[in-house]
């Protein structure tokens, strides 16, 4: 419905928030009705909160619904990069593990300032990619995570959370020597605008509340964001035919979510993949079974979830 305005001292001002004496105590009201040719009709309906909506995948558009003026993102984040895969060699005195990925940027209960009406553009990171090509074992890199946004048409970028980095490796060879191993780094979190840390809203269940009681994210205080983590980095084993465990995936919202798991040390399988941002696990060495348990894991994919609020 249309905005609804009242004269205070001979100004009209939008009314956010109607009041009215029942039984000699102020009551706020949720809707006010006038008569219109006489007919009741709705002229005041209070904003409540709308249901969350989650973004796990590609681009698009929404809209900010009318009277609404805040976004409260409860969780969002980049994409996890990439574990990579572990390595055997013929005569080296050793075997390689393969590093975890990196974990992306996140945000947890935050609010920001919208207009009324205009377009939100989103756009969610894909999970890196992990390495597991067999010529590429003793030099080679994963694909580090995508990027995950949210801007609006009129306000412009809100926040940009990169993907966590994909793990490498560099300057092993088949004989020796042993090769380096370098974990996927954590991705970073730029917010844009200054997030809203103080006012009241009408939440979806006809209560009034502060801002600050927003604690439903992953990281469970109000206003929260910052850098993924970087993927774990087991190294190397010493000793012709060692076994060693692949490392797990960077962890993502400020270590509330696990990042994917590396090989088991004598286990037999290989990493498995991120989630929820975080990093994807990388893969063991173990000699003589290496196609099972070497595989490096894809990192997991981005995410938003949010809902409009009216904040007086």
């Keep these: 419905m249309a905005n609804t305005f009242g004269k205070v001292s001979g100004t009209y001002q939008e009314i956010d928030n109607a009041y009215g004496k029942v039984s000699g105590t102020w009551q706020e009201a949720d809707e006010i009705y006038a008569k219109v040719s006489g007919t009741w009709e709705l002229v005041f309906s209070a904003f409540e909160a709308t249901t969350y909506s989650t973004l796990s995948s590609g681009s698009g558009t929404f809209s900010v619904p009318d009277q609404a003026n805040a976004i409260h993102v409860q969780f969002a984040a980049g994409a996890g990069g990439g574990g990579f895969r572990g390595a055997s060699y013929d005569q080296a005195g050793g075997e390689s593990a393969g590093a975890g990925g990196g974990s992306g940027g996140y945000v947890s209960d935050q609010i920001y300032t919208v207009s009324s009406g205009e377009t939100i553009s989103y756009s969610i990171g894909s999970g890196g990619a992990a390495n597991n090509t067999a010529s590429e074992r003793y030099s080679g890199t994963s694909d580090a995570g995508g990027n995950t946004t949210l801007s609006g048409s009129t306000t412009g970028s809100l926040f940009t959370l990169n993907g966590g980095g994909g793990a490498s490796a560099s300057g092993g060879g088949v004989q020796g020597p042993l090769r ?13 605008v200054t997030p809203v840390t103080s006012g009241n809203f009408r939440d979806s269940d006809g209560t009034t509340k502060s801002v600050t009681t927003n604690t439903s994210g992953p990281v469970g205080t109000f206003n929260q964001s910052g850098s993924g983590a970087a993927g774990a980095n087991p190294g190397n084993c010493s000793g012709d035919n060692c076994q060693i465990g692949g490392g797990d ?56 979830k949010y809902r409009f609020l009216k904040v007086n």
């Design 249 to 304: 995936g960077g962890d993502s919202y400020a270590g509330n979510v696990s990042g994917g798991a590396g090989s088991p040390q004598g286990g037999s399988t290989g990493g498995t993949a991120g989630t929820r941002g975080s990093g994807g696990g990388g893969g063991g060495a173990q000699y003589g079974s290496e196609n099972t348990t070497a595989a490096g894991a894809t990192g997991g994919v981005g995410e938003i």
């Design 180 to 192: 380096s191993n370098t974990a996927g780094s954590a991705g970073s979190a730029t917010i844009s």
